[in-house]
């Protein structure tokens, strides 16, 4: 139990394009889910938490209007790259809080961005 | 506030010797502490945690973490180091409560030699 996945695992994009990534909570509802960011060989940095329904709560230093975060269901959040630059690749893990549990987090496997 | 210190950016030890990894945490509140782990280019699989029952924890694949709060440590042990062990370790504190944020440490890579 306790599944979650992300969708792609691996992208590469022309610079200008926007990628979305999906992160799903296969087997549990999930209120709140996270989005980090890791570059290489560096430690994991939250971005943003998104809660189902409403607005996503953004980290000190991370662009709301170029990484939209929409989290329409209590299983699914996606993470829009838009207008994506040779600076946003990196890898991006989401994770997800199962609903009334606490500290609890299950990750994904990550999405390998490159952009060209 | 939160946050974890990782002594070691890496460490080396000859497969079947101990492995500790070393994390230091402050919080403002009762923390949760978590260590995880990752392959290169994987997700993060969960060794153990701590959720204020008892001080020792042990973990998956022989792994355990000892609780000290007056030293505000949270060290990762294991008696003897499998040539699989070979990651990135994440030490990872986060506050008693729901839906709090994870606050993790800079990591420490284990090299296991043969």
């Known amino acids: 139990g306790a599944v979650v996945s992300q969708h792609p695992s691996r992208v590469i994009c022309k610079s200008g394009t926007s990628v979305k990534i999906e992160c799903r909570s296969l087997d549990f509802q999930a209120t709140t889910m996270f989005w980090y960011r890791q570059f290489p060989k560096q430690s994991l940095m939250l971005m943003a938490t998104s809660n189902e329904g409403s607005k996503a709560t953004y980290e000190q230093g991370v662009e709301k209007d170029k990484f939209l975060i929409n989290h329409a269901s209590l299983t699914l959040s996606t993470l829009t790259v838009t207008s994506a630059h040779p600076e946003d690749s990196s890898f991006y893990i989401c994770?997800?809080?199962?609903?009334?549990?606490?500290?609890?987090?299950?990750f994904g496997p990550g999405t390998r961005l490159t952009v060209l | 506030a939160q946050s974890v210190t990782q002594l070691d950016s890496h460490v080396s030890v000859s497969e079947g010797t101990p492995v500790l990894l070393r994390c230091n945490y402050s919080?403002?509140?009762?923390?949760?502490l978590f260590w995880y782990v990752q392959h290169p280019n994987k997700g993060l699989q969960l060794l153990l945690k701590y959720t204020s029952a008892a001080t020792l924890v042990k973990g998956i694949n022989g792994f355990e973490a000892e609780f000290k709060k007056s030293e505000t440590s949270f060290h990762l042990t294991k008696p003897s180091a499998h040539m699989s062990d070979a990651a990135e370790y994440f030490c990872v504190v986060s506050p008693v409560g729901y839906g709090q944020n994870f606050v993790f440490g800079p990591g420490t890579r284990l090299s296991v030699l043969p």
């Open positions: 994770s997800a809080a199962p609903s009334g549990k606490y500290n609890e987090q299950f």
């Open positions: 919080s403002s509140y009762s923390p949760s």
